[in-house]
Protein backbone atom coordinates (compact mmCIF):
# COMPACT_ATOMS: atom_id res chain seq x y z
CA UNK A 1 0.00 0.00 0.00
CA UNK A 2 1.19 3.40 -0.80
CA UNK A 3 0.23 4.78 2.80
CA UNK A 4 2.74 2.31 4.50
CA UNK A 5 5.68 2.24 1.96
CA UNK A 6 6.07 6.06 1.75
CA UNK A 7 5.89 7.43 4.87
CA UNK A 8 8.57 4.47 5.03
CA UNK A 9 10.76 6.12 2.76
CA UNK A 10 10.09 10.11 3.87
CA UNK A 11 7.93 10.44 7.65
CA UNK A 12 9.78 7.38 9.09
CA UNK A 13 13.31 8.98 8.13
CA UNK A 14 12.36 12.04 8.97
CA UNK A 15 11.41 11.06 12.47
CA UNK A 16 14.21 8.95 13.33
CA UNK A 17 16.53 11.63 12.05
CA UNK A 18 14.45 13.89 14.72
CA UNK A 19 14.47 11.51 17.44
CA UNK A 20 17.81 9.96 17.41
CA UNK A 21 19.84 12.26 15.26
CA UNK A 22 21.24 9.11 12.86
CA UNK A 23 20.67 8.84 9.45
CA UNK A 24 18.78 6.40 7.98
CA UNK A 25 21.61 4.94 5.33
CA UNK A 26 22.93 3.36 8.88
CA UNK A 27 19.75 0.80 8.47
CA UNK A 28 18.96 -1.77 6.54
CA UNK A 29 15.35 -2.27 5.57
CA UNK A 30 14.72 -5.64 7.63
CA UNK A 31 16.47 -3.93 10.84
CA UNK A 32 14.55 -1.08 10.42
CA UNK A 33 11.24 -2.83 10.74
CA UNK A 34 12.72 -5.02 13.67
CA UNK A 35 13.50 -2.14 15.47
CA UNK A 36 10.60 0.09 14.84
CA UNK A 37 7.43 -2.43 13.67
CA UNK A 38 5.22 -3.45 16.77
CA UNK A 39 5.29 -6.83 18.17
CA UNK A 40 2.00 -7.11 19.59
CA UNK A 41 -0.72 -7.78 17.62
CA UNK A 42 -3.39 -4.70 16.86
CA UNK A 43 -6.38 -6.80 19.14
CA UNK A 44 -4.07 -7.07 21.77
CA UNK A 45 -2.52 -3.18 21.75
CA UNK A 46 -2.89 -0.50 23.76
CA UNK A 47 -5.08 1.95 22.86
CA UNK A 48 -6.49 5.52 24.83
CA UNK A 49 -9.93 5.88 25.29
CA UNK A 50 -11.44 7.62 21.79
CA UNK A 51 -10.61 11.51 22.24
CA UNK A 52 -13.84 13.84 23.10
CA UNK A 53 -13.05 16.77 20.85
CA UNK A 54 -15.45 19.07 22.72
CA UNK A 55 -12.72 19.38 25.04
CA UNK A 56 -9.72 21.90 24.19
CA UNK A 57 -7.46 19.48 25.90
CA UNK A 58 -8.13 17.80 22.63
CA UNK A 59 -7.01 20.29 20.43
CA UNK A 60 -3.43 21.71 19.72
CA UNK A 61 -4.73 24.59 18.35
CA UNK A 62 -8.41 26.04 18.43
CA UNK A 63 -9.69 29.81 18.61
CA UNK A 64 -9.86 29.69 22.60
CA UNK A 65 -6.56 28.14 23.36
CA UNK A 66 -4.24 30.25 25.14
CA UNK A 67 -0.78 28.64 24.54
CA UNK A 68 -2.06 28.08 20.23
CA UNK A 69 1.50 27.01 18.53
CA UNK A 70 -0.26 27.36 15.35
CA UNK A 71 -1.35 31.66 16.06
CA UNK A 72 2.79 31.97 15.86
CA UNK A 73 4.15 34.17 13.05
CA UNK A 74 7.64 35.48 12.04
CA UNK A 75 8.54 39.17 12.76
CA UNK A 76 6.44 41.52 10.34
CA UNK A 77 3.31 39.45 10.22
CA UNK A 78 0.20 38.32 13.06
CA UNK A 79 -2.85 36.30 13.10
CA UNK A 80 -6.33 37.95 11.62
CA UNK A 81 -7.96 39.32 14.83
CA UNK A 82 -11.21 38.42 13.28
CA UNK A 83 -10.66 35.53 10.78
CA UNK A 84 -13.51 35.07 8.71
CA UNK A 85 -12.34 31.24 7.01
CA UNK A 86 -11.54 28.17 9.51
CA UNK A 87 -8.87 26.10 9.08
CA UNK A 88 -8.84 22.23 9.54
CA UNK A 89 -4.99 21.16 9.99
CA UNK A 90 -3.56 17.64 10.51
CA UNK A 91 0.07 16.89 11.59
CA UNK A 92 1.87 14.44 10.25
CA UNK A 93 3.06 11.21 11.89
CA UNK A 94 5.53 12.03 15.09
CA UNK A 95 5.19 9.17 17.09
CA UNK A 96 8.07 6.70 16.98
CA UNK A 97 7.84 4.14 19.76
CA UNK A 98 6.96 0.23 18.85
CA UNK A 99 5.31 -0.88 22.56
CA UNK A 100 1.84 -0.10 20.56
CA UNK A 101 0.02 0.58 16.91
CA UNK A 102 -1.34 4.26 17.56
CA UNK A 103 0.10 6.68 19.73
CA UNK A 104 -1.58 7.41 23.03
CA UNK A 105 -2.61 10.97 23.67
CA UNK A 106 -0.40 11.83 26.57
CA UNK A 107 3.05 11.15 24.77
CA UNK A 108 5.62 13.83 25.71
CA UNK A 109 7.76 13.83 22.44
CA UNK A 110 5.32 12.96 20.00
CA UNK A 111 3.37 15.99 20.91
CA UNK A 112 6.23 18.57 21.49
CA UNK A 113 6.93 17.35 17.82
CA UNK A 114 3.51 18.14 16.40
CA UNK A 115 3.46 21.67 18.37
CA UNK A 116 6.62 22.67 15.59
CA UNK A 117 4.54 21.41 12.73
CA UNK A 118 1.94 23.39 13.86
CA UNK A 119 3.94 25.99 14.59
CA UNK A 120 5.99 26.05 11.39
CA UNK A 121 2.96 25.14 9.45
CA UNK A 122 -0.54 25.37 10.33
CA UNK A 123 0.89 29.03 11.38
CA UNK A 124 0.29 29.37 7.38
CA UNK A 125 -2.72 30.18 7.78
CA UNK A 126 -3.30 32.11 10.52
CA UNK A 127 -3.62 35.23 8.06
CA UNK A 128 -6.71 34.36 7.07
CA UNK A 129 -8.37 31.72 9.35
CA UNK A 130 -8.77 30.62 12.62
CA UNK A 131 -6.86 27.22 12.98
CA UNK A 132 -7.98 23.86 14.29
CA UNK A 133 -5.33 21.48 15.12
CA UNK A 134 -6.46 18.14 16.46
CA UNK A 135 -4.65 15.70 18.62
CA UNK A 136 -4.99 12.17 17.27
CA UNK A 137 -4.34 8.44 17.80
CA UNK A 138 -1.75 8.74 15.21
CA UNK A 139 -0.70 4.86 13.41
CA UNK A 140 2.57 4.59 14.94
CA UNK A 141 5.88 5.16 12.48
CA UNK A 142 6.42 1.33 12.55
CA UNK A 143 2.77 0.80 10.83
CA UNK A 144 4.48 2.35 7.59
CA UNK A 145 7.25 -0.48 7.37
CA UNK A 146 4.98 -3.80 7.03
CA UNK A 147 2.40 -5.30 5.22
CA UNK A 148 0.75 -6.34 8.12
CA UNK A 149 -3.07 -6.36 8.35
CA UNK A 150 -2.13 -4.38 11.95
CA UNK A 151 -1.09 -1.87 9.86
CA UNK A 152 -3.99 -1.21 8.03
CA UNK A 153 -6.03 -1.44 11.19
CA UNK A 154 -3.80 1.48 12.50
CA UNK A 155 -4.40 3.84 9.92
CA UNK A 156 -8.05 3.22 9.71
CA UNK A 157 -8.12 3.72 14.05
CA UNK A 158 -6.26 7.33 13.37
CA UNK A 159 -8.68 8.06 10.45
CA UNK A 160 -11.57 7.52 12.91
CA UNK A 161 -10.21 10.50 15.03
CA UNK A 162 -9.40 12.79 12.21
CA UNK A 163 -13.21 12.00 11.42
CA UNK A 164 -14.06 12.57 14.78
CA UNK A 165 -12.02 15.55 15.02
CA UNK A 166 -13.72 17.20 11.80
CA UNK A 167 -17.50 16.47 13.08
CA UNK A 168 -16.65 18.60 16.15
CA UNK A 169 -15.02 21.50 14.05
CA UNK A 170 -17.85 21.10 11.62
CA UNK A 171 -20.36 21.86 14.87
CA UNK A 172 -17.93 24.64 16.57
CA UNK A 173 -18.22 26.57 13.17
CA UNK A 174 -20.97 28.78 11.91
CA UNK A 175 -22.58 26.56 9.14
CA UNK A 176 -21.63 28.47 6.13
CA UNK A 177 -18.17 29.74 7.36
CA UNK A 178 -15.46 28.87 4.64
CA UNK A 179 -12.77 25.97 5.14
CA UNK A 180 -9.36 25.63 4.26
CA UNK A 181 -8.05 21.95 4.62
CA UNK A 182 -4.12 21.44 5.33
CA UNK A 183 -1.61 18.72 6.65
CA UNK A 184 1.45 17.07 5.85
CA UNK A 185 2.47 13.87 4.94
CA UNK A 186 0.47 11.30 7.30
CA UNK A 187 -1.76 13.93 7.39
CA UNK A 188 -2.59 14.60 3.79
CA UNK A 189 -3.56 10.84 3.74
CA UNK A 190 -6.18 11.63 6.06
CA UNK A 191 -7.74 14.16 4.48
CA UNK A 192 -7.64 12.51 1.07
CA UNK A 193 -9.29 9.75 2.89
CA UNK A 194 -11.78 13.06 4.58
CA UNK A 195 -12.58 14.69 1.09
CA UNK A 196 -13.25 11.40 -0.75
CA UNK A 197 -15.53 9.80 1.73
CA UNK A 198 -17.18 12.97 4.19
CA UNK A 199 -17.00 16.15 1.64
CA UNK A 200 -16.88 14.56 -1.96
CA UNK A 201 -20.26 15.48 -3.45
CA UNK A 202 -21.98 16.91 -0.34
CA UNK A 203 -23.02 20.77 0.06
CA UNK A 204 -19.52 20.79 2.15
CA UNK A 205 -17.31 20.69 -0.60
CA UNK A 206 -18.89 23.85 -1.55
CA UNK A 207 -17.40 25.28 1.58
CA UNK A 208 -13.47 24.30 0.86
CA UNK A 209 -11.70 27.04 -0.02
CA UNK A 210 -8.97 24.77 -0.84
CA UNK A 211 -7.27 22.01 0.13
CA UNK A 212 -2.70 21.73 0.80
CA UNK A 213 -2.12 18.17 0.57
CA UNK A 214 1.88 19.06 1.50
CA UNK A 215 4.17 15.66 1.38
CA UNK A 216 2.12 13.46 -0.20
CA UNK A 217 2.04 12.18 -3.87
CA UNK A 218 -1.29 12.98 -5.50
CA UNK A 219 -2.36 11.43 -8.80
CA UNK A 220 -4.16 13.57 -11.05
CA UNK A 221 -5.98 10.72 -12.88
CA UNK A 222 -5.88 8.05 -9.86
CA UNK A 223 -7.10 10.36 -6.70
CA UNK A 224 -7.80 13.75 -7.88
CA UNK A 225 -11.38 12.28 -9.54
CA UNK A 226 -12.13 10.84 -6.11
CA UNK A 227 -11.64 14.19 -4.27
CA UNK A 228 -14.76 16.08 -5.42
CA UNK A 229 -12.63 19.27 -5.93
CA UNK A 230 -9.99 19.31 -9.24
CA UNK A 231 -6.20 20.40 -8.92
CA UNK A 232 -5.06 23.92 -8.92
CA UNK A 233 -4.15 25.35 -12.41
CA UNK A 234 -3.45 29.13 -11.66
CA UNK A 235 -2.60 31.49 -9.05
CA UNK A 236 -5.45 32.46 -6.99
CA UNK A 237 -7.65 29.42 -7.75
CA UNK A 238 -10.64 28.43 -5.53
CA UNK A 239 -11.95 25.42 -4.71
CA UNK A 240 -8.86 22.91 -5.54
CA UNK A 241 -6.00 20.62 -4.29
CA UNK A 242 -2.49 22.09 -4.02
CA UNK A 243 -0.11 19.08 -3.37
CA UNK A 244 3.80 19.17 -3.69
CA UNK A 245 6.85 17.36 -2.61
CA UNK A 246 10.05 19.30 -2.39
CA UNK A 247 13.40 17.84 -3.58
CA UNK A 248 17.00 19.83 -4.22
CA UNK A 249 19.07 18.78 -7.37
CA UNK A 250 19.92 16.48 -8.27
CA UNK A 251 17.14 14.67 -7.25
CA UNK A 252 16.65 10.87 -7.08
CA UNK A 253 12.91 10.22 -6.27
CA UNK A 254 13.35 6.49 -7.61
CA UNK A 255 12.44 4.67 -4.39
CA UNK A 256 8.87 7.48 -4.11
CA UNK A 257 8.35 6.88 -7.60
CA UNK A 258 8.43 2.98 -7.70
CA UNK A 259 6.33 2.89 -4.64
CA UNK A 260 3.75 5.10 -6.72
CA UNK A 261 3.48 3.21 -9.36
CA UNK A 262 3.05 0.23 -8.07
CA UNK A 263 -0.11 1.38 -5.97
CA UNK A 264 -3.63 1.99 -6.01
CA UNK A 265 -5.22 5.18 -6.19
CA UNK A 266 -8.52 6.79 -3.93
CA UNK A 267 -10.43 5.76 -7.55
CA UNK A 268 -9.59 2.18 -7.85
CA UNK A 269 -7.18 2.38 -10.47
CA UNK A 270 -3.33 2.00 -10.45
CA UNK A 271 -1.12 5.58 -10.11
CA UNK A 272 1.23 3.18 -12.66
CA UNK A 273 2.08 6.04 -15.72
CA UNK A 274 -0.11 8.38 -14.04
CA UNK A 275 1.31 12.36 -13.28
CA UNK A 276 1.62 13.47 -9.62
CA UNK A 277 -0.22 16.53 -8.93
CA UNK A 278 2.96 19.35 -8.18
CA UNK A 279 1.66 23.09 -7.73
CA UNK A 280 4.71 25.52 -7.07
CA UNK A 281 3.96 27.22 -3.85
CA UNK A 282 6.09 30.39 -5.19
CA UNK A 283 3.69 30.94 -7.76
CA UNK A 284 0.47 28.94 -7.13
CA UNK A 285 0.55 26.95 -10.74
CA UNK A 286 1.89 23.71 -11.95
CA UNK A 287 3.56 25.06 -14.99
CA UNK A 288 5.31 27.88 -14.19
CA UNK A 289 9.15 28.77 -12.87
CA UNK A 290 9.86 30.84 -10.28
CA UNK A 291 13.58 32.04 -9.36
CA UNK A 292 14.66 32.98 -5.44
CA UNK A 293 13.55 36.47 -5.56
CA UNK A 294 9.79 35.54 -6.09
CA UNK A 295 10.59 33.50 -3.00
CA UNK A 296 8.67 35.84 -0.02
CA UNK A 297 10.58 34.10 2.52
CA UNK A 298 11.25 31.02 3.85
CA UNK A 299 11.63 29.81 7.56
CA UNK A 300 15.35 28.60 8.32
CA UNK A 301 15.63 26.86 11.43
CA UNK A 302 18.51 27.16 14.05
CA UNK A 303 20.72 24.59 14.91
CA UNK A 304 18.67 23.21 17.69
CA UNK A 305 15.56 24.07 15.94
CA UNK A 306 14.56 26.43 18.70
CA UNK A 307 14.39 29.76 16.61
CA UNK A 308 13.12 30.58 13.60
CA UNK A 309 13.91 33.09 10.84
CA UNK A 310 12.38 34.13 7.72
CA UNK A 311 14.63 35.14 4.81
CA UNK A 312 13.34 35.94 1.46
CA UNK A 313 14.71 35.74 -2.16
CA UNK A 314 17.18 32.55 -1.25
CA UNK A 315 14.96 29.33 -2.53
CA UNK A 316 13.61 28.98 -6.29
CA UNK A 317 11.40 26.47 -7.12
CA UNK A 318 10.13 24.72 -10.30
CA UNK A 319 7.92 21.30 -10.65
CA UNK A 320 9.05 18.56 -12.61
CA UNK A 321 7.60 15.15 -13.83
CA UNK A 322 5.37 15.61 -10.09
CA UNK A 323 8.24 17.23 -8.29
CA UNK A 324 9.27 20.50 -7.23
CA UNK A 325 12.92 20.70 -7.36
CA UNK A 326 14.68 23.70 -5.41
CA UNK A 327 18.25 23.68 -7.09
CA UNK A 328 20.58 23.29 -5.25
CA UNK A 329 20.45 22.25 -1.19
CA UNK A 330 19.96 25.36 0.55
CA UNK A 331 22.40 26.62 3.15
CA UNK A 332 20.68 26.36 6.30
CA UNK A 333 18.26 23.71 5.90
CA UNK A 334 20.51 20.74 5.97
CA UNK A 335 19.27 18.91 8.77
CA UNK A 336 16.96 16.24 8.66
CA UNK A 337 17.31 15.85 4.53
CA UNK A 338 16.17 12.79 2.97
CA UNK A 339 18.38 10.15 0.83
CA UNK A 340 17.88 11.38 -2.67
CA UNK A 341 17.58 15.37 -1.60
CA UNK A 342 13.98 14.95 -0.45
CA UNK A 343 13.21 18.01 1.44
CA UNK A 344 10.01 16.26 2.92
CA UNK A 345 10.29 18.19 6.45
CA UNK A 346 10.75 21.15 5.21
CA UNK A 347 7.60 21.09 2.58
CA UNK A 348 6.20 24.28 3.95
CA UNK A 349 8.90 25.76 5.87
CA UNK A 350 10.63 27.06 2.35
CA UNK A 351 7.81 28.82 1.23
CA UNK A 352 6.21 29.71 4.54
CA UNK A 353 5.64 33.59 3.03
CA UNK A 354 4.91 32.46 -0.56
CA UNK A 355 2.21 29.65 0.79
CA UNK A 356 0.23 32.67 3.13
CA UNK A 357 -0.05 34.79 0.68
CA UNK A 358 -1.33 31.81 -1.75
CA UNK A 359 -4.16 31.63 0.71
CA UNK A 360 -4.52 34.97 1.20
CA UNK A 361 -5.36 34.64 -2.47
CA UNK A 362 -7.41 31.56 -2.90
CA UNK A 363 -9.03 33.30 0.11
CA UNK A 364 -10.34 36.62 -1.81
CA UNK A 365 -11.33 34.71 -5.26
CA UNK A 366 -13.18 32.36 -2.91
CA UNK A 367 -15.30 35.41 -1.57
CA UNK A 368 -16.33 36.89 -4.94
CA UNK A 369 -19.74 35.42 -6.40
CA UNK A 370 -19.56 32.31 -8.24
Same mark, same amino acid.
Given at each position: ?10 V ?5 ? +? ?21 V ?6 Q?? $? ?45 L ?16 ? &???? &? ?6 F ?21 ? $? ?61 A ?24 P ?10 ? #? ?9 ? $?? #? ?15 ? +? ?15 T ?34 P????F ?33 ? $???
Amino acid at each position: MLARRFLWIIVGIVMLA +LAAAFGYRMFGEQLLKAAMVPSVPFAESKQDS $KPDYRRPAMWLSRPDLPDDPARWAPEGYGAAARPTIATFYVVPTTYLRRDRWNAPLDDREANER &ARLF &AQTQASVFNGVSATWVPRYRQATFGAFLTD $KADAEAALDFAYQDILAAFETFLGAIPASRPIILAGHSQGSLHLMRLLRDRIAGTPLSRRIVAAYLGGWPVSLEADIPALGLPACTKPGEARCVIAWQS #YAEPAEPGAVA $KV #YHASTGLTGKPRQNTEM +LCVNPLTGAPATAAPPTENLGALRPSEDFSTLSLEAGKIGARCDKGLLLIGPPPLGFGRYVLPGNNFHIYDYALFWANLRADAEARAASFA $KPW
